[in-house]
């Protein structure tokens, strides 16, 4: 219970600092057109970096848990119509 708290104020708190800081991030972007490329921005793109992490991990395991659930449907259907196919050729 303690872990799905703090994991879901830390996702909160990611959502929330994650829209201000890419605001900022592109703001940083506009301001200093050439400077991006030689690292004037880095810093805000590091503070994102721990978001975006978390971010992919939650969907990796969405994703894992969908693909699961549709590799048991294909399964079940494969048997199925092996059954089928067996009582149709007896």
Known sequence: MV???SSMSKRSWCSFM???II???????????IGKFFGECTDLKIKLDPCFK?????KRKANF???KKL???LQAFR???AEENNLVQS
Do not use: Y
């Open 3 to 5: 872990t799905l708290l």
């Open 18 to 20: 994650a829209i201000n």
């Open 23 to 33: 605001e900022e991030f592109q703001k940083c972007h506009i301001d200093h057109p």
């Open 54 to 58: 978390e971010e992919k991990a939650l």
């Open 65 to 67: 848990e969908q693909s």
């Open 71 to 73: 590799k048991e449907r």
């Open 79 to 81: 048997k199925e119509t």
